[in-house]
Structures are given as structure tokens and as C-alpha cells.
């Protein structure tokens, strides 16, 4: 079964530091990978799609890597602001089971 | 493009009654359509995978016949949570999946309390 860990659980930041979110999986045949932004009591809005043939893709502040061998993601923030705080999931699509496999997320607080 | 809507947003119920909520794309049509629920502080779990016009496909645990999930059409997909208890309070999140494979469109959820 596809277990999907994100560390740290929770960040707290001072605002305009830079921030490395981790995203690992047990089982490293994942087709492709996503990372999500979840404001409070609100749906996922799509921040990154990383492609089984891609290894990162880049978007504004956010740049997200996969590495397929190791079945590990993370998720750069660039000089991070308030507006930044959420929580942040990351998920992977299997190879197989056709289905997403979702992380715990990591809660950021970004201090202003 | 690609969006999804869900409907109701927020639902209080009592408990013993039972709940529909929408999931619909608005400019595409899905061919699979994904239901989700979301415990507070929790990530979002499966609950079952439904094609249009054939019968859902549940993960293991959920109960098939407490939450029943409709397909009927490539752009509408009901879940109902029938004889809905407290513990059935949660967070319910539809996502929807058309041409493109391995790729899911999330629907802003709907959250529900059951008194």
C-alpha cells in the first residue's frame, strides 16, 4: 500500500525566507506528481503538476522536483509572504490503481 | 477551463436524515468522477470512484450502501450519505478526470454536520 509522507508537519516562518517542503513515498512507481494549496475550510487549488517524464516544473515563486528513484518531491518557496499560509499536499498519481495518493500536508504560517 | 462545482457548499443536518451533494464539471465532460472525504487536520482519503453510467468502485471501509454514489450523466455525479450520523461530519470533496489521463479537476467541497 502507497504511504505518502510530508515533513515538517507544521512551519512557522518570519516572512521573506526561503522554505523547502518534503513530500517522500514508500513506493517510488508514481506516474505523476501534484502539489496543492488548501486554505482553511476550502477546496485544493493546483500549484504544480509534475509529469512522469519531467523532473520539475516552476511557477512565480514555487518550484517543485521529483526524483522517481528515490520516490521523492519537494516544494520550494521563494521569499515566502503572509499570503503564502495554508496547508500544502502533495500527491502522487500510481503507475497502477489509477488513483491519487494524498499526503498529510504541511501547515505553513508565514509571519509578517 | 476545467472546472469543477459542487453543490451544497455547507449542509447542518439531523441526524437519521439523509444528504445529497453535487459534483459537477462545467466545461468538460467527465468520464471519471472521484469523491473524496477530508477529516479536520486530516488528509483527503478516497472514498470511491465512479464512472458515468456504470456502478462505483469503493475503497476498502467505505461503506457502499451508507454513502451512495450516483454517475448518470458525463457531467454530474451525486454521493448521498444516507441515514447520516455525527461521525459522518466531515469534509466532501469531488474531483473529476476527462481526456487527459492521470489528470483530476477538484471541486471547492462541501462541508457537512450532522447534529
Known amino acids: 500500500k502507497q504511504e505518502v509522507t510530508q515533513i515538517p508537519a507544521a512551519l512557522s516562518v518570519p516572512e521573506g525566507e526561503n522554505l523547502v517542503l518534503n513530500c517522500s513515498f514508500t513506493?517510488?512507481?508514481?506516474?505523476?506528481l501534484q502539489w496543492f494549496r488548501q486554505d482553511p475550510g476550502k477546496g485544493l487549488t493546483s500549484l504544480l503538476l509534475?509529469?512522469?517524464?519531467?523532473r520539475e516544473q516552476t511557477s512565480g515563486r514555487l518550484n517543485a522536483s521529483l526524483d522517481k528513484s528515490s520516490g521523492r518531491s519537494t516544494l520550494y518557496i521563494a521569499a515566502s509572504q503572509p499570503g503564502d499560509s495554508a496547508t500544502y499536499l502533495c500527491?502522487?498519481?500510481?503507475?497502477?490503481?489509477?488513483?491519487?495518493?494524498f499526503g498529510a500536508g504541511t501547515i505553513l504560517r508565514v509571519k509578517s | 477551463g476545467a472546472v469543477v462545482s459542487q453543490h451544497p457548499s455547507r449542509v447542518i443536518c439531523k441526524s437519521g436524515t439523509s444528504v445529497k451533494i453535487e459534483c459537477r464539471s462545467l466545461?468538460?465532460?467527465?468520464?471519471?468522477m472521484f469523491w473524496y472525504r477530508q477529516f479536520p487536520k486530516q488528509s483527503l482519503m478516497l472514498m470511491a470512484t465512479?464512472?458515468?453510467?456504470?456502478?462505483?468502485?469503493?475503497e476498502q471501509g467505505v461503506e457502499k450502501d451508507k454513502f451512495l454514489i450516483n454517475h448518470a450523466s458525463l457531467t454530474l455525479s451525486t454521493l448521498t450519505v444516507t441515514s447520516a450520523h455525527p461521525e459522518d461530519s466531515s469534509f466532501y470533496i469531488c474531483?473529476?478526470?476527462?481526456?487527459?489521463?492521470?489528470?483530476?479537476?477538484f471541486g471547492p467541497g462541501t462541508r457537512l454536520l450532522v447534529l
Open positions: 509534475i509529469q512522469s517524464s519531467q
Open positions: 474531483s473529476a478526470s476527462g481526456d487527459q489521463p492521470a489528470t483530476e479537476y
Open positions: 466545461d468538460f465532460q467527465a468520464t471519471t
Open positions: 500527491a502522487g498519481y500510481m503507475e497502477y490503481g489509477n488513483k491519487l495518493v
Open positions: 513506493d517510488s512507481a508514481i506516474y505523476n
Open positions: 465512479s464512472n458515468e453510467g456504470s456502478k462505483a468502485t469503493y
